[in-house]
């Protein structure tokens, strides 16, 4: 991912999340070095994920893929690609943040060997007030 994709990356993200990150949060996270991956389909941006790594481990900040593509195991080479990503610069683990009410996504991760370590209260924006996160790792 580059700046110059950056306007096709957010109005995907805007697509598929209810609070979807702005172009800013975009740019920080490629100015701070952050690990950002694009799937393109005969030039059509379908997909990607961004990665923020610490010190023996890596923060997965948000992965996103098309209605069209969903279910069609995109999300799954997006995440792979992730972990290898983070496999190969020597971290330890992946973490990650979800809302316990996407059951898609909590499924999804299970379904990657993700364990719940704990919860972050009041984390999420929502609706109505604030939702908790559940914090998930996989070893790596």
Known sequence: MGTDDLAEVVALEERVQAFPWSIGNFRDALVAGYGAWLSREQGVLDGFVVTMPAVDEVHLLVIAVAPQRQRSGLGAA???????????????????????????????????????????????????????????????
């Open 78 to 140: 997006l995440l792979a690609h992730a972990c290898s990503a983070a496999r190969q610069s020597g971290m330890g683990r992946i973490l990650l943040e979800v809302r316990p009410s996407n059951q898609a996504a909590l499924a999804f991760y299970q379904r990657f060997d993700f364990v719940e370590i704990g919860r972050r209260r009041g984390y999420y924006p929502a609706l109505e007030g604030r939702e908790d996160a559940i914090v998930m790792a996989r070893t790596l």
